[in-house]
């Protein structure tokens, strides 16, 4: 039962109940435990009154052992860098030619060169599997499968990893647009198929609200493309010229159109296509206080991005698949069997 008593008021009570009548002294040695409801603003507490003697000898150890309580103070270690890391030399303080000096040790992942004893922090492999090398055993099924996959085919690579070896892309995609699939795909098959420089000129001079966002996503997507897959940079140094004299080639693209491609480094916008996002929500106030939702849509555009040598090569086998089909003929040249003079019926 609880009791709406402050803890100080029923100490004393008990303790002036014990001295008055001896014979309840016993009763109150005997450990109880009474929980008191105090006042709203103190905190609920359980009053225990436990009147036994402290232990002088210690207790006997654990056999659980307690964990290392962490040094106050104590910071992370930093990562040494990687030998072919052009910031070596500032971080550890060493030139390049110091760092070939090195001392090594061997570890289960071959030589690795220390530079502990030269003031830098060493990296420990072992750790940097957990994100390196997450899954060791997939990894070692997969090359598997590769060495097999070579052994098959005898070394030989097909043609989509031999186009992927020689020609570059770069695929982008933006983000979602505030504006419908129908006002962004007319934008996208106008840009299929041009340089990218024509491109960005004929987004500079849209009248179309979205063609400024087109207009910057261009702009990303070539400097993403130079960067990442160093497409474009044959005009800079004057590689990848054709045409007799630098005068240029003249190509079909797959529509049919021709054009003058006068360095196959050059970027051009191989496919454009839109992509349906998410639709909003947007208040439509109207009379005597309604209110409609409006749902307005979100659409991205993504561009493949190659180099004038995808569409030289190409133009090339078409070309080559225009000259080995075989001439239509009305009649085949073949003997006439099966036929008399006189009717079958």
Known sequence: MSIHLPQRRLIRSGIRSALA??????????????????????????????????????????????????????????????????????????????????????????????????????????????????????RQRWERKMVIRSIRQRDRANKTALLARTERLSLSKSHMYATSIKKLGPLARQIAGKPIEDAIVQMRFSKKKVAKDVLKHLEHARDEAVVTRGMGLGSENGDGVVGEDGRGLMVEDKKGKKRIVKNKTQIYIDQAWVGRGTFGRAPDYRARGQMYVMRPPHTSITVLLKEEATRIRLAKEREQKRLRKKVWVPLPDRAITAQRQYVMW
């Open 21 to 138: 009548h001896p014979y309840h002294l016993t009763t109150i040695l005997v450990p109880i435990s009474i929980s008191i409801i105090t006042r709203p603003s103190q905190h609920r507490t359980e009053a225990s009154f436990n009147f036994k003697p402290k232990r002088s000898d210690p207790q006997p150890p654990s056999p659980v052992k307690s964990k290392p309580k962490p040094k106050e103070n104590a910071l992370p270690t930093r990562g040494d860098l990687a030998s072919s890391s052009i910031f070596e030399s500032q971080e550890d303080g060493i030139t390049s030619s110091d760092s070939s000096t090195a001392p090594t040790s061997h570890s289960k992942y071959g030589p690795v060169t220390t530079l502990q004893q030269m003031g830098g922090p060493q990296r420990d492999p072992t750790t940097m599997a957990a994100a390196l090398d997450p899954d060791p055993h997939a």
